[in-house]
């Protein structure tokens, strides 16, 4: 079974950065992707940034200012969140897709909030 625990949320200033991290739990399943989405109430969760093998996507709003990295050693992803504004705050989730599974895994998420 494999299992993704998220950490590192919290609350900024606007300007600040935080790093978030999600840890996974294989249990020798290969992991594909890796990646961010974020949710505010009432609204859709919104794609933030995945890394695969080759390379990497970020959506347009956090281009320049957030950075996704791996270490395939640790089994961990990391966000490098820069330079955050106030439509940053949300819930932040990562998934990954996994050989084997169907479904793309879910993180329980990690509240990210910043304050002007």
């Known amino acids: 079974q494999v299992q993704l625990v998220e950490s590192g949320g919290g609350s900024v200033q606007a300007g600040g950065s935080l790093r978030l991290s999600c840890a996974a739990s294989t249990s020798g399943s290969r992991i594909v992707t890796m990646g961010w989405y974020r949710q505010t109430p009432g609204k859709q969760r919104e794609f933030v940034a995945l890394?695969?093998?080759?390379?990497?996507k970020y959506a347009d709003s956090v281009k320049g200012r957030f950075t996704i990295s791996r270490d395939n050693a640790k089994n961990t992803m990391y966000l490098q969140m820069n330079s955050l504004k106030p439509e940053d705050t949300a819930v932040y989730y990562c998934?990954?897709?996994?050989?084997?599974?169907?479904?793309?895994?879910w993180g329980q998420g990690t509240q990210v909030t910043v304050s002007s």
């Open positions: 890394i695969t093998n080759p390379g990497t």
């Open positions: 998934y990954a897709s996994v050989q084997g599974y169907t479904s793309l895994l």
